[in-house]
C-alpha cells in the first residue's frame, strides 16, 4: 500500500487529475475561443407584430369608446356612468380609498358619477381585430398555405397529378 496517499480509493490524486488543474483535459486540441454558432439553425427568431388598438372601454359592457367620447355623458350602449371611479385610470381596490392618489375623502359609490378633479379615463390596449380579418373564402390565398383540409388535399393532387 503506498503510505503517502491518504485515500485509497481510484481517482484520488491520480496523475491525470493533475493535468485537469493545469487547464488540459489529456488531449492536445486547441479550445475554440471564438463566438458560439447559435443552436437554432434556422436563424433568429423575428417578433410576432401585432397591431394593437389603443381605447377607452366601458368598465359595465367593455363597448370601446370612441376618442372623442364626453366622460360627463353615460355609455351609448348600456346607459351607464361614465366619470366614475371604475371609469378612473386611477381606480385601484386595493388601496386606501380605492384610488391611487391621495384624495381627501372616501368616494362611497364606485360606479356612479362623481365630481373628482383627479379623473383620468382608463385606457387599454388591445389586438387591433380589423387588421387580422380574415378573408372570404372566394378569393384566392395568395399566403401560400392552404386554408382548410380541402384546400391541402386539392393542392396535393396538383402537385402529383398524372
Do not use: W
Not at 371604475?86 to 368616494?107: A, D, H, M, W, Y
Not at 384566392?140 to 383540409?149: F, T
Amino acid at each position: 500500500m503506498d503510505g503517502d496517499r491518504k485515500y485509497t480509493q481510484h481517482g484520488y490524486r491520480d496523475s491525470d487529475r493533475g493535468e485537469i488543474r493545469n487547464g488540459r483535459n489529456g488531449d492536445d486540441r486547441p479550445k475554440f475561443n471564438g463566438p458560439r454558432p447559435s443552436i437554432d439553425i434556422t436563424g433568429p427568431r423575428l417578433p410576432r407584430l401585432v397591431q394593437s388598438l389603443t381605447a377607452s372601454r366601458c368598465y359595465s359592457c367593455s363597448t370601446a369608446l370612441p376618442p372623442d367620447t364626453n366622460f360627463a355623458r353615460t355609455c351609448p350602449k348600456c346607459n351607464a356612468q361614465l366619470h366614475c371611479c371604475k371609469q378612473c385610470g386611477n381606480f385601484e381596490p386595493s388601496t386606501r380609498f380605492q384610488c391611487l392618489k391621495p384624495i381627501p375623502v372616501r368616494i362611497p359609490l364606485k360606479d356612479q358619477a362623481n365630481e373628482c378633479p383627479l379623473f383620468t379615463p382608463r385606457v387599454t390596449v388591445a389586438r387591433d381585430a380589423s387588421a387580422q380579418a380574415p378573408r372570404p373564402p372566394s378569393q384566392p390565398d395568395m399566403s401560400g398555405g392552404p386554408r382548410n383540409a380541402s384546400d391541402a388535399r386539392n393542392a396535393f393532387d396538383r402537385l402529383f397529378k398524372k
